[in-house]
């Protein structure tokens, strides 16, 4: 038989709906089970990536259902309902996510809050989803994500993120992000992204981007000049640029104040 992993989360005492009771471990089974496409008559969760559980019950439990895939109807409203499942395990989304990327499953889509440990890592998160990580880590999120990473970090992100990392960070991020490091950090962005950095950073930028950075960094941006995609090159403390001030680049390569 074929399963498939369904989350939802609970109150503290493990009570959801009209205070449905859920055993911490083992079979549950609804009493009232119709198989029709409304909710109700059920139990109920989300399939992995559809939405965020917290939107339930936000400061309770997690839970990891496994449910026969034949039995699964998807409802109009993003949930899904069974008649029956099996508590794999309960706790919250770090636990939750940790173990179905230990088992090999496909966790891409599935909207979490995520707490990496410092050992180096790679995490894959869907659209909307929210990395944490320590150390030596390596993220990648889809559009709309915000990264949160540690020193010596490596996050990749689509369009619309933010991501914010420690010393000596790399950032890649899509057109239009929001990207924030440490020392010593090398940021790339796509166009029309917000890039700030510490000291002796490098901050490469498309074309109508806005740079900041501290002390002896350079900044580099795209522009058109009417005829072509050039590179502009500038240097804190150079030629009038200021360490913390925003800069954008004009179609003659010139950088000014933003």
């Known amino acids: 038989m074929k399963y498939e992993y369904i989350i939802r989360t609970v109150r503290a005492d493990f009570t959801s709906y009209n205070n449905f009771q859920w055993p911490k471990s083992g079979q549950v089974k609804a009493k009232d089970w119709q198989p029709t496409s409304e909710c109700g008559n059920g139990l109920h969760g989300l399939r992995i990536g559809q939405q965020d559980p917290g939107v339930w019950y936000g400061d309770g ?3 990891l259902l496994q449910v026969p895939a034949s039995t699964i109807i998807d409802l ?7 008649p ?3 508590i794999v395990m309960s706790g ?7 173990y179905l990327y230990k088992k090999n499953i496909n966790i891409e889509g599935l909207y979490r ?7 180096s890592e790679k995490w894959i998160g869907g659209y909307g989803s929210a990395l944490t990580a320590g150390d030596g880590s390596a993220l990648t999120a889809g559009d709309g994500s915000a990264l949160t990473a540690g020193d010596y970090s490596r996050l990749t992100a689509g369009n619309r993120s ?25 940021l790339t962005a796509g166009d029309d992204s917000t890039l700030t950095a510490g000291v002796n950073s490098t901050l490469t930028a498309g074309d109508g981007s806005t740079l900041t950075a501290g002390y002896y960094s350079r900044l580099s941006c795209e522009y058109y000049d009417g005829n072509k995609m050039r590179l502009a090159t500038a240097y804190v403390g ?13 179609n003659k390569g010139e950088f000014y104040r933003w």
């Not at 919250?92 to 940790?98: C, G, P, R, Y």
């Not at 933010?162 to 090398?186: D, E, K, P, Q, V």
């Open 162 to 186: 933010t991501l914010t990392a420690g010393f000596n960070s790399t950032l890649t991020a899509g057109n239009r992000s929001i990207i924030t490091a440490g020392f010593f950090s090398t």
């Open 92 to 98: 919250n989304m770090v636990e939750i996510t940790n």
């Open 238 to 250: 150079e030629n009038d640029i200021k360490p913390n001030q925003a800069y954008r680049v004009n």
């Open 76 to 82: 109009n409203n993003n949930k899904c309902k069974f």
């Open 61 to 63: 439990i997690v839970l």
């Open 84 to 86: 029956e499942c099996k």
């Open 113 to 119: 809050r995520t707490q990496i440990s410092n050992k």
